[in-house]
């Protein structure tokens, strides 16, 4: 597959990257990390505020599926400034690379031990493209004003 080359486009850089998962993670990890505080005995916790606990996860979820399939964003993404296009073309990869390729296919060979660290690594290349990018055909860019 040849990269995609366009003097208008920049590749996002790793602090941009890791911002972004930085405020991705956080959007689900500090409710949880509420919940742990408020009730440090599992038994403790309400079935309500698990039921609660539940649905916000689902919303967020859903909320990045529908941002990535569209723009090629998450909420982290958005809030940088940068986006997912598809290394080829220079396009959004909507649902199946960016969701299907990109998050679902990676969380289950991220199943195997180590492929965290690997897929991470990569990102010291010189395209700055993790292993998660190069399975879906993907690039991060900096997201400029006539990119939709």
């Not at 689902?58 to 909420?75: K, N």
Request: contains cysteine.
């Amino acid at each position: 597959m040849s990269e995609y080359k366009n003097e208008e486009i920049s590749l996002a850089s790793r602090g941009q990257r890791l911002q972004a998962a930085i405020i991705d993670n956080l959007i689900i990890i500090v409710p949880m990390l509420i919940l742990v505080l408020l009730y440090p005995q599992k038994e403790a916790i309400p079935d309500v505020v698990s039921i609660i606990v539940g649905l916000y996860m689902v919303m967020v979820m859903i909320i990045q599926v529908v941002f990535l399939s569209s723009t090629g964003q998450t909420v982290g993404k958005k809030m940088i400034n940068i986006q997912i296009i598809r290394s080829n073309d220079g396009k959004n990869g909507g649902f199946v690379s960016n969701v299907l390729l990109r998050a679902f296919v990676n969380g289950l060979i991220g199943l195997i031990p180590l492929y965290h660290l690997i897929d991470t690594l990569f990102i010291f290349s010189d395209t700055k493209r993790c292993l998660h990018d190069r399975i879906a055909g993907t690039t991060v860019i900096k997201k400029t004003a006539n990119q939709v």
